[in-house]
């Protein structure tokens, strides 16, 4: 018999700065994997293109707040799939239940705009956004909870309905005809825009989103409703045993998923785009998923990710602008990098031992 | 055998690494050698626009310090920004801007991303800034309003004539012309096919995938249509809509569903290589839009009309140089060079194409050929002698605005997007949902 060249075990929990070592060595040889990529691909010089980056994310006060106002919307949506992650239920179906609750808010803006004051027409595109977003999530949830039906494939197939309807009221509320864009609504009224705080476009998102991110996480963490969803994901069985109603807590949790989702949609159209199309949740209903995998399900950790993904992403814009390369390679890095940093948390877990040379 | 099997793995990693190298070392010589050129070509060029500017005597930005920035919606991988971004380059290097002082950011969506990619160009000091897809435009009017003193411009939109702004514009070009030169390209091959026996007169159908029942691709189609038509005068017409600007797979689709309804020859409004590709591989002739697609389709591509965009920036971007002010709502024609077509690929046309071309061209920059001539073509089996178009309902039109006298429809005269938008006889949609 041959010996395996290693063989893999799982860890006993790590202390804190080993685990941070290993995913601080991970981001280093990211770094330079990129370096060696963008040499040998291009012939750059690849400290200028990581400075380029730095540049496209912080250059000046407005990249400051654009980032900060695109970290908002990813954490937003970040945060609202994590409660339904953490329940072991799959809940891919963020992409929908933005686009349901921005097609609701934008809805609101273009059928009441004008006809009643602004602050209760705000009202009433809050009200819509988090009922739309909430029943989105909600119907797959009730089939999981009634029939266990697969909430995978349901929460995934929601999101086509949801960008067809898009795409059919588009069409409907289309200017000028024909053109398949309805363009800035109530661009010279600005009806139904959320007010600016300070003067600061973004401003508002980032103070909502900051307070979401502390609510979720006293709610996962502190609350017995966040303590039935984590026994509920531990061992279903386990919760029945102990007397959690475990449909109910489903339907609950995925209620809360959909609600948070539709406020990203509302900030998205009310606060910023004040347009609805079927890009514009941009596919970060699936990013998400990862942002909230890889902070293990914490709202403060899901900070940094949203954080991570967003500066790889605005600096792999500025590249493309600056060297003229393809936007292509800007995700070839983010790509190298993603790959090492959750790479790492795989040696955060597993040790592997190498087969000791035999003399 | 793990040994083998681990060397396999690492020799093929290897020569991928190396295929890739390979590969992209040679785009990056292209791009060393393309911005060498440039460079010389702007150390040459500077000077004359030096010595325009002082006879000007105030205090014009001079080519060497002027800042532009170009908004695309997609990349190079569309034939629709490909087109844009070749003439920005063509443009500044005939203008002498150094390439460190043109900025050209691809892959923005008509969204707020939009308005936030123009305050950065405009941060970063630009003082002219373009923008090439039509949902961009209510994110350069947001941007123009909050910067009046950069000058904005946008392809395609309708809004600058009617919005007031002294600091935004919009440009287009007649190319209804170069639709129409088109369909006379592809009534000659009809005709040859024809007149070959593979099907009769009455059989020619031709195919047309459009994006939107927008007045932009209607008007479009129904040009190429009428060249078509001048040429084979029993030719009809099916068009299919695809509901987005670029959508590779239902731009195939849609060619390819028509190739199977019995369509002889394919052209399209949607701009990626959707329709070329699938034309390519049924064997199809087919006539392009946005440049030249004869490198993936060398035996179906026939000619490709464009609007050249170069002589807009040549001309919008000379006057900020200098200070002075531009149109409002610019449109150009043949004679400005806007409305181009490419070479006429010879292996697929029929002969006598391009002096077939060459004639038309000739009698429609003289005035004495009108595309939209209303003897030629019909409406629910009547001619033409008014007609409202439904961009009156957009609030940039004047719907009392005379548009058909003098015996052809007067597309363009009047705002330079296009506000045709009628379905005229021999053209049948076959879905309109979008």
């Given at each position: 018999?041959?010996?395996?060249?290693?063989?893999?075990?799982?860890?006993?929990e790590?202390?804190w700065?080993?685990?941070?070592?290993?995913?601080?060595?991970?981001?280093?040889?990211?770094?330079?994997?990129?370096?060696?990529?963008?040499?040998?691909?291009?012939?750059?010089?690849?400290?200028?293109?990581?400075?380029?980056?730095?540049?496209?994310?912080?250059?000046?006060?407005?990249?400051?707040?654009?980032?900060?106002?695109?970290?908002?919307?990813?954490l937003c949506i970040s945060l609202a799939v994590t409660p339904a992650f953490k329940m072991r239920f799959w809940n891919i179906g963020a992409?929908?239940q933005v686009?349901?609750g921005?097609?609701?808010?934008?809805?609101?803006?273009?059928?009441?705009?004008?006809?009643?004051?602004?602050?209760?027409?705000?009202?009433?595109?809050l009200l819509?956004a988090v009922a739309a977003g909430a029943v989105w999530a909600m119907i797959p949830a009730i089939f999981k909870a009634r029939w266990n039906t697969n909430e995978t494939?349901f929460t995934?197939?929601?999101?086509?309905?949801?960008?067809?309807?898009?795409?059919?009221?588009?069409?409907?509320?289309?200017?000028?005809?024909?053109?398949?864009?309805?363009?800035?609504?109530?661009?010279?009224?600005?009806?139904?825009?959320?007010?600016?705080?300070?003067?600061?476009?973004?401003?508002?998102?980032?103070v909502v989103v900051a307070v979401l991110t502390v609510a979720m996480y006293v709610y996962l963490n502190y609350t017995k409703h966040g303590y039935e969803i984590s026994v509920v994901g531990e061992s279903e069985r386990t919760a029945r045993y102990v007397g959690v109603k475990v449909g109910r807590v489903i339907i609950r949790t995925l209620c809360l998923s959909g609600a948070v989702c539709g406020i990203a949609?509302l900030?998205?159209?009310?606060?910023?785009?004040?347009?609805?199309?079927?890009?514009?949740?941009?596919?970060?209903g699936?990013?998400a998923v990862?942002v909230s995998w890889l902070a293990k399900f914490n709202p403060i950790g899901m900070v940094f990710a949203s954080?991570?993904?967003?500066?790889?992403?605005?600096?792999?814009?500025?590249?493309?602008?600056?060297?003229?390369?393809?936007?292509?390679?800007?995700?070839?890095?983010?790509?190298?990098?993603?790959?090492?940093?959750?790479?790492?948390?795989?040696?955060?877990?597993?040790?592997?031992?190498?087969?000791?040379?035999?003399? | 055998?793990?040994?083998?099997?681990?060397?396999?793995?690492?020799?093929?990693?290897?020569?991928?690494?190396?295929?890739?190298?390979?590969?992209?070392?040679?785009?990056?010589?292209?791009?060393?050698?393309?911005?060498?050129?440039?460079?010389?070509?702007?150390?040459?060029?500077?000077?004359?626009?030096?010595?325009?500017?002082?006879?000007?005597?105030?205090?014009?930005?001079?080519?060497?310090?002027?800042?532009?920035?170009?908004?695309?919606?997609?990349?190079?991988?569309?034939?629709?920004?490909?087109?844009?971004?070749?003439?920005?380059?063509?443009?500044?290097?005939?203008?002498?801007?150094?390439?460190?002082?043109?900025?050209?950011?691809?892959?923005?969506?008509?969204?707020?991303?939009?308005?936030?990619?123009?305050?950065?160009?405009?941060?970063?000091?630009?003082?002219?800034?373009?923008?090439?897809?039509?949902?961009?435009?209510?994110?350069?009017?947001?941007?123009?309003?909050?910067?009046?003193?950069?000058?904005?411009?946008?392809?395609?939109?309708?809004?600058?004539?009617?919005?007031?702004?002294?600091?935004?514009?919009?440009?287009?070009?007649?190319?209804?012309?170069?639709?129409?030169?088109?369909?006379?390209?592809?009534?000659?091959?009809?005709?040859?096919?024809?007149?070959?026996?593979?099907?009769?007169?009455?059989?020619?159908?031709?195919?047309?995938?459009?994006?939107?029942?927008?007045?932009?691709?209607?008007?479009?189609?129904?040009?190429?249509?009428?060249?078509?038509?001048?040429?084979?005068?029993?030719?009809?017409?099916?068009?299919?809509?695809?509901?987005?600007?670029?959508?590779?797979?239902?731009?195939?689709?849609?060619?390819?569903?028509?190739?199977?309804?019995?369509?002889?020859?394919?052209?399209?409004?949607?701009?990626?290589?959707?329709?070329?590709?699938?034309?390519?591989?049924?064997?199809?002739?087919?006539?392009?839009?946005?440049?030249?697609?004869?490198?993936?389709?060398?035996?179906?591509?026939?000619?490709?009309?464009?609007?050249?965009?170069?002589?807009?920036?040549?001309?919008?971007?000379?006057?900020?140089?200098?200070?002075?002010?531009?149109?409002?709502?610019?449109?150009?024609?043949?004679?400005?060079?806007?409305?181009?077509?490419?070479?006429?690929?010879?292996?697929?046309?029929?002969?006598?194409?391009?002096?077939?071309?060459?004639?038309?061209?000739?009698?429609?920059?003289?005035?004495?050929?009108?595309?939209?001539?209303?003897?030629?073509?019909?409406?629910?089996?009547?001619?033409?002698?008014?007609?409202?178009?439904?961009?009156?309902?957009?609030?940039?039109?004047?719907?009392?605005?005379?548009?058909?006298?003098?015996?052809?429809?007067?597309?363009?005269?009047?705002?330079?997007?296009?506000?045709?938008?009628?379905?005229?006889?021999?053209?049948?949609?076959?879905?309109?949902?979008?």
């Open positions: 018999m041959h010996n395996a060249l290693f063989h893999i075990s799982k860890r006993r790590l202390p700065y080993s685990a941070w070592g290993i995913r601080g060595a991970a981001i280093v040889l990211a770094l330079v994997v990129c370096a060696i990529v963008t040499a040998l691909a291009t012939g750059l010089n690849p400290l200028a293109v990581y400075g380029t980056m730095f540049q496209g994310a912080f250059g000046t006060t407005r990249r400051v707040w654009i980032l900060l106002q695109n970290l908002a919307i990813l992409e929908g686009l349901i921005g097609l609701a808010t934008a809805a609101c803006m273009i059928l009441l705009g004008g006809k009643l004051p602004n602050g209760l027409l705000i009202l009433i595109m819509a494939l995934l197939m929601m999101n086509y309905v949801a960008t067809q309807l898009v795409a059919f009221f588009v069409i409907v509320w289309e200017s000028p005809k024909g053109s398949g864009k309805i363009g800035i609504i109530n661009q010279n009224t600005e009806a139904g825009w959320l007010p600016q705080l300070a003067g600061q476009k973004y401003l508002l998102n980032i949609g900030l998205l159209v009310g606060g910023t785009d004040h347009t609805v199309t079927t890009s514009i949740a941009d596919g970060r699936f990013t990862m954080f991570l993904i967003v500066f790889l992403g605005r600096g792999a814009s500025e590249i493309s602008t600056i060297y003229g390369l393809n936007h292509s390679f800007g995700d070839i890095l983010t790509g190298i990098i993603l790959f090492f940093i959750i790479g790492s948390e795989f040696f955060i877990t597993y040790r592997l031992s190498f087969r000791k040379k035999e003399v | 055998m793990k040994k083998l099997a681990s060397a396999i793995l690492a020799a093929t990693l290897a020569v991928g690494l190396f295929a890739g190298c390979g590969g992209s070392a040679g785009t990056s010589s292209g791009s060393a050698s393309s911005s060498t050129g440039s460079t010389s070509n702007s150390s040459s060029t500077t000077t004359t626009t030096t010595t325009g500017g002082a006879t000007e005597g105030s205090t014009p930005a001079a080519a060497a310090d002027l800042k532009v920035g170009f908004i695309c919606l997609h990349d190079e991988n569309s034939t629709y920004d490909l087109n844009f971004i070749n003439s920005a380059k063509a443009a500044c290097a005939t203008l002498g801007i150094p390439e460190s002082n043109y900025f050209i950011r691809t892959n923005i969506p008509e969204t707020a991303a939009c308005y936030d990619a123009a305050a950065e160009l405009a941060d970063a000091g630009c003082a002219y800034i373009f923008a090439d897809s039509f949902g961009h435009e209510d994110y350069m009017i947001q941007a123009a309003k909050e910067f009046p003193n950069v000058q904005f411009a946008h392809a395609t939109g309708t809004r600058a004539h009617t919005e007031g702004l002294s600091n935004y514009h919009n440009a287009f070009a007649s190319i209804y012309d170069g639709r129409y030169l088109a369909g006379i390209a592809a009534g000659l091959k009809l005709k040859e096919m024809i007149d070959a026996g593979e099907f009769t007169a009455e059989e020619a159908k031709m195919g047309y995938v459009g994006a939107y029942t927008y007045a932009e691709v209607i008007s479009g189609y129904t040009s190429f249509y009428l060249g078509a038509k001048s040429i084979v005068p029993e030719v009809t017409m099916d068009v299919t809509f695809t509901g987005s600007w670029y959508d590779e797979t239902a731009e195939k689709e849609g060619a390819n569903n028509l190739i199977n309804a019995g369509c002889k020859l394919i052209s399209q409004h949607a701009d990626s290589m959707g329709a070329p590709t699938a034309c390519e591989s049924a064997g199809i002739p087919d006539v392009s839009y946005n440049g030249s697609t004869v490198d993936a389709c060398p035996n179906t591509f026939i000619v490709s009309s464009r609007i050249d965009w170069a002589p807009y920036f040549e001309y919008s971007i000379g006057a900020v140089m200098r200070g002075e002010s531009f149109d409002t709502d610019w449109c150009g024609s043949l004679e400005t060079g806007s409305v181009a077509l490419t070479a006429v690929n010879e292996k697929a046309a029929a002969p006598g194409t391009q002096e077939a071309i060459d004639a038309a061209r000739a009698e429609l920059i003289a005035g004495t050929r009108h595309v939209f001539d209303v003897s030629t073509f019909t409406v629910n089996g009547e001619h033409l002698d008014t007609f409202a178009p439904g961009a009156a309902t957009d609030g940039t039109f004047d719907p009392s605005t005379p548009i058909v006298y003098d015996g052809y429809l007067h597309e363009s005269d009047y705002r330079s997007a296009p506000y045709l938008d009628i379905t005229i006889d021999g053209i049948n949609l076959l879905d309109t949902r979008f």
